[in-house]
Each structure stands twice: as structure tokens, then as C-alpha cells.
């Protein structure tokens, strides 16, 4: 039978509200990133002798470390590695904790009780809400950003209060501004510096302020860090768990994808508050049986070696250098951010005597369709393509060859900002 044929059935009938109920399968509406995609293949149809040039991909463009490859082939072998992992073994933890006082001066973690593996950031942001959530409760997020969070807080009767990051406050929320009747009901607040997408590092001053903030309303603080160490331009990298108190009132997630090149190896953590460490250790239990132990040793060599993301890190500033230079030729006003690999940029509002753009998706798939330039447009707060510098060059001289490709489809226009 096909997917139509099976609608027809009790199966169509049976799903959960959460998910759609009975009109599960049959909402008609394409989402930004099928968009993305289906105007890619429309693109490569089209134009099938002309390079389409991926800036909107989210994932680092190369391979894992030589060390962390070898250490986990070396313990991939030992049978004592074979077994379930559960919540983790000491041995990442413990570099977890090094890695949080080597590289963020975090001092005073307990690896044992304050900090736990995940199989990445996203089951974990999928299961803390598990521990804390009751129908009518609120996760206050930030808009634009990445939704796990206030999907699972959906999906358990909760709702969600969206915040926008508005490039006059350096796309910090402001917290002062939340209603005082959200802020009685909220449970969570979702912060993530350095920022998908806006690119923006928090500040000290900002992470202070929102432990004040936290204590002030009972407020539980889920801090997303996968970008922590990505900084630039002489910006220390900056933990939430440096600030005074913020252990008192939550957790910080870290994870090796993007910071280490190893986004399908599924490994982080979450680190800080014991309670809600143990909480979350819980939850998981009943969700998972824990990452493969060679990964976590293999993880673990990474996080003693932070030099590895360092380099990292002065590539991406190397390209976001060059990106940056070339959009501001063509007349875009795009600054380079301290930190992550994403950059922002407001979009045009058309072409002059041409097309105009109303959203940024209109503009996403233009550079698509007819420049085979592939972005993520946000249009939550203001209207914005987002650039990720991690698109496939293999050396100083192949990323000169891809930026200059993209300023020389880009001049051929004359765009109206």
C-alpha cells in the first residue's frame, strides 16, 4: 500500500496531537530548509556544468583530527570497550571537566556529579525539557535559533515565549522587556553564544546579568554551547559556568561537532548544576544506553587537546576575513563576528530597476536559482541570509578560488540596499 492508501486506515487516525493527530502526512506547507533544498536541485537541473557554491550548510567541511581518528581505532578494538556506556564513563568526564578549566578558566566542577555525556547537544536540548515541563509551563527562547527545546516543551504541554535578537541590542535578548506574567510561568530560558544564526558572542555583563535575572524569577538557564571555542580576533572563548552563580541556576551543553570536527560522532555534554546533571542522568537512562566508550576515549583525547580546535578556529577566521571582504565590495555592510562559523547579513531589498526581495527567502533563493549560491534565510527578527564559512575548500588557494567565485556571479547585478 502507499503513504495515501495507509491514510485511509486506524493508523491515520492513532497519531498524537503533537505530531499533527489525524492530519498527520496531509500539511501541504514546504519548510524553509525542503525549500532550500528542492531550489538546489532545481539549480543543478538547470545550470548542470556550473559549481553551486553551499554556504548554508551547518557542519564542518573536514575530517576529524589524525589523533582522535587514531584513538579510535585503538580503542575500538578492545573488547572491554564493546558494552553498553549508560551514563557515561569517568574518563570523559574527567576530561570534560579539564577541558572546561583549560579552556573557559571554569574551576570547581565536580566530574562525577556535574557533568554527564550526551549523544550529542540535540538529545540532550530533546530531554531536558522531560525534567522540568508540566502542561502550561513556558520555555523562553530566542528567535531567530534552533527550535529542539521549545519543540519537545510543545509536545509536553508547554508553550513557548520567542524573544527576538534584534541586531540593535547585538542580538543579545532582552530580558527586562519579558512580561512578568510569562516570567512567572516560565521554567526554561534557551540562550545559545555564540549564536546560530546571528553569529553574536555574549558578553560577561550579559551572562552576569542573566543570572540576576534567573534568581530574580526561578528561572532555570539551559546555555548552548557548541560554538564556545570558535572565537576570533583575540575574543577568549567564554563559558556561562565562568560567571559567579551561574551554577546555581543551570546547565551549559557542549558538544565535539562543530568545535572538533565531529558532528557524526554524537558526543558532548552537559555540565553545572548537580540537580539538574542528575535530573537530566535520569531522563537519559530511560532514553538511551550511552555513546560508544571508543567514542567517548576518542572524544576525550580530543578535549585534552583543545590545540586542535584552535586551528580549527583560525581557518574559519581566515575565511569569514575573506567572505567578509567580499560582500562588503559588492555593497553588503556584513561584519565578521567573533565567534561560530556562521555569518549575518540583512539582505537587499532588491536588485536596482529589478526584482525586488520582500523576505529573505525570496533573496535565499535567488542566489540559489539564479547564482547557484546556497544560503539559509531567516526572516524571525529583520530579514537576514545566514553564510557559513564551512563550505568545501581544501587549502588557502581553493578558498580564494570559491570567495572570488562568489563576488564575480554577485557583481553582475547591481543590488539596492
Not at 532514553?287 to 578556529?313: R, V
Request: glycine share 8%; proline share 5%.
Amino acid at each position: 500500500m502507499t503513504i495515501e492508501q495507509y491514510q485511509e486506515t486506524y493508523i491515520q487516525k492513532s497519531f498524537a496531537n503533537r505530531i499533527g493527530g489525524e492530519n498527520y502526512g496531509k500539511d501541504t506547507a514546504i519548510y524553509k530548509f525542503e525549500k532550500i533544498k528542492r531550489a538546489k536541485a532545481a539549480a543543478k537541473k538547470a545550470f548542470p556544468d556550473v559549481e553551486l557554491i553551499d554556504m548554508g550548510v551547518g557542519e564542518p567541511d573536514e575530517m576529524a583530527h589524525a589523533g582522535i581518528l587514531s584513538k579510535l581505532a585503538e580503542e575500538a578494538a578492545k573488547p572491554e570497550n564493546r558494552g553498553y556506556a549508560d551514563n557515561g564513563i569517568t574518563e570523559f568526564k574527567e576530561a570534560a571537566a579539564r577541558y572546561l578549566k583549560n579552556v573557559f578558566q571554569v574551576d570547581g566542577i565536580h566530574p562525577e556529579t556535574e557533568i554527564v555525556h550526551s549523544i550529542g547537544s540535540k538529545p540532550a536540548l530533546a530531554m531536558l525539557p522531560s525534567c522540568f515541563i508540566n502542561p502550561g509551563d513556558i520555555t523562553i527562547m530566542t528567535v531567530p535559533g534552533y527550535p529542539i527545546l521549545g519543540t519537545h516543551t510543545k509536545y509536553l504541554g508547554g508553550e513557548v515565549y520567542s524573544v527576538p535578537l534584534l541586531k540593535e541590542n547585538n542580538f543579545l535578548p532582552k530580558l527586562d522587556e519579558i512580561p512578568e506574567n510569562i516570567r512567572r510561568r516560565a521554567k526554561l530560558l534557551y540562550l545559545n553564544y555564540p549564536n546560530n544564526p546571528t553569529g553574536a558572542s555574549a558578553t560577561v555583563e550579559f551572562f552576569t546579568e542573566v543570572v540576576a535575572w534567573a534568581k530574580q524569577n526561578d528561572v532555570i538557564v539551559v546555555h548552548d554551547a557548541p560554538y564556545a571555542a570558535l572565537t576570533y580576533d583575540g575574543l577568549k572563548p567564554l563559558s556561562f559556568l565562568s560567571v559567579p552563580g551561574a551554577k546555581d541556576v543551570g546547565v551549559e551543553l557542549h558538544s565535539l561537532s562543530k568545535s572538533y570536527n565531529m558532528t557524526g560522532w554524537r558526543i558532548g555534554f552537559v555540565a553545572g548544576n548537580p540537580l539538574i546533571v542528575k535530573a537530566f542522568s535520569d531522563v537519559k537512562d530511560n532514553n538511551d544506553s550511552g555513546q560508544f566508550i571508543a567514542i567517548q576515549k576518542a572524544a576525550a583525547y580530543g578535549l585534552d587537546n583543545p590545540q586542535i580546535t584552535e586551528e580549527i578556529a583560525a581557518k574559519y577566521s581566515r575565511r569569514h576575513d575573506m567572505l567578509v571582504g567580499a560582500l562588503n565590495e559588492i555593497g553588503f555592510t556584513a561584519s565578521k563576528p567573533k565567534g561560530s562559523f556562521f555569518l549575518y547579513v540583512e539582505m537587499p531589498k532588491g536588485i536596482k530597476g529589478g526584482q525586488r526581495f520582500e523576505t529573505a527567502e525570496d533573496f535565499s533563493q535567488y542566489l540559489i536559482r539564479e547564482k547557484l549560491i546556497s544560503t539559509v534565510p531567516w526572516d524571525d527578527a529583520g530579514h537576514f541570509v545566514r553564510f557559513s564559512v564551512t563550505f568545501i575548500a581544501n587549502g588557502v588557494e581553493e578558498e580564494k578560488r570559491v570567495i572570488e567565485e562568489i563576488k564575480s556571479r554577485l557583481t553582475d547585478v547591481e543590488f539596492e540596499f
